[in-house]
């Protein structure tokens, strides 16, 4: 149905910049819009930031608004996560996820992607 393959994590130093990638294929996975989640060690799953393929609609959390940039590249069936001025609790497992809107909110499906790590040095 859907595969997804994050890739791009690293570790960097506080203030510096990653973009993560998130590779999508399988015949259904446009007809889903993407999202970028992340947990860090002990803490739940939370979700960062999320957009359709048409770009009609783009989210983010709180939390990462202004430093964190969603887009995507249909061509290459590609969605990106651009993370500027990285923080030490930016810190954590990030994963890509094929989900809905609904409601004003995203809700991912039961597609998920391996997770790429990010580590965010002081």
Not at 47 to 68: D, E, N
Not at 100 to 119: A, D, E, R
């Amino acid at each position: 149905q859907v595969q997804l393959v994050e890739s791009g994590g690293g570790l960097v130093q506080a203030g510096g910049s990653l973009r993560l990638a998130c590779a999508a294929s399988g015949r259904s996975f446009s007809s889903y819009a993407m999202g970028w989640f992340r947990q860090a060690p002990g803490k739940e799953r939370e979700f960062v930031a999320a957009m359709t393929w048409s770009g009609s609609m783009t989210s983010y959390a709180a939390s990462v608004k202004g430093r964190f940039t969603i887009s995507k590249d249909n061509a290459k069936n590609t969605v990106y996560l651009q993370i500027n001025s990285l923080k030490p609790e930016d810190t954590a497992v990030y994963y890509c996820a094929a989900g809905t809107y609904f409601g004003g909110s995203y809700y991912p499906s039961n597609y998920w992607g391996q997770g790429t790590q990010v580590t965010v040095s002081s």
